[in-house]
């Protein structure tokens, strides 16, 4: 219980879940839209692109920027807390 509650104490912790909802939501649009994946090497390059990408878009970097640079060998390496 005090975990479930944990918000109403820690102004860390988000009070709704829509942050992991939205996460989600652009693989299961995929699923819908193509029926699925074709292999289990798509769906772990379609994860590792988006997760790459999620975690450059929350830093603020500029994604096309970023793009650019791993195309020519030197992607930008996202800050881990």
Do not use: C, W
Request: glycine share 6%; no cysteine; proline share 6%.
């Amino acid at each position: 219980r005090d975990e479930v509650l944990r918000f109403l104490t820690d102004l860390r912790v988000p009070f709704d879940n829509n942050q992991a909802e939205r996460h989600i939501r652009m693989p299961k649009l995929k699923q819908k839209a193509s029926g699925g994946f074709r292999s289990e090497t798509g769906v772990g390059a379609f994860a590792t692109i988006r997760s790459y990408l999620s975690t450059l878009r929350k830093q603020s970097a500029d994604l096309f920027a970023a793009l650019v640079l791993t195309f020519q060998g030197s992607p930008p390496i996202p800050h881990i807390e």
